[in-house]
Nanobody
Framework: VQLAESGGGLVQAGGSLTLSCAAS????????LDWFRQAPGKDREFVAAALWSGRATYYADSVKGRFTISRDNAKNMVYLQMNNLKPEDTATYFCAAGTSELCVVRPAGCDDDMDYWGTGTLVTVFS
């Protein structure tokens, strides 16, 4: 297992959750780390990306201003802080890693370019 998410759960709308992803990848600090999500009956979609340095981050418009991605290269960890959650944020959230930065310029369908995936953690937001 190379990526493992945790931190999902049930939260009321307006609340917050922090997702964590632990990586066992030797080249972790040189990889782009992304979060994706997949709601029931929908395609998987890009949520956020952190480039290798961690100083450059990118977000889907739907989460911009509410979610924050961060990474700790010393601990091989990536996080997704989610604030002001909405029912439409309900989904299984996946962390992914790879050398591609495609999601930064073309989020649609960029998941095909990622090399490593976790198994996901479910976030359910109720109103």
């Amino acid at each position: 297992v190379q990526l493992a998410e945790s931190g999902g759960g049930l939260v009321q709308a307006g609340g917050s959750l922090t997702l964590s992803c632990a990586a066992s990848l030797d080249t972790f600090d040189s990889l782009t780390l992304d979060w994706f999500r997949q709601a029931p009956g929908k395609d998987r979609e890009f949520v956020a990306a952190a480039l290798w340095s961690g100083r450059a981050t990118y977000y889907a418009d739907s989460v911009k201003g509410r979610f924050t991605i961060s990474r700790d290269n010393a601990k091989n960890m990536v996080y997704l802080q989610m604030n002001n959650l909405k029912p439409e944020d309900t989904a299984t959230y996946f962390c992914a890693a790879g050398t591609s930065e495609l999601c930064v310029v073309r989020p649609a369908g960029c998941d095909d370019d990622m090399d490593y995936w976790g198994t996901g953690t479910l976030v359910t937001v109720f109103s």
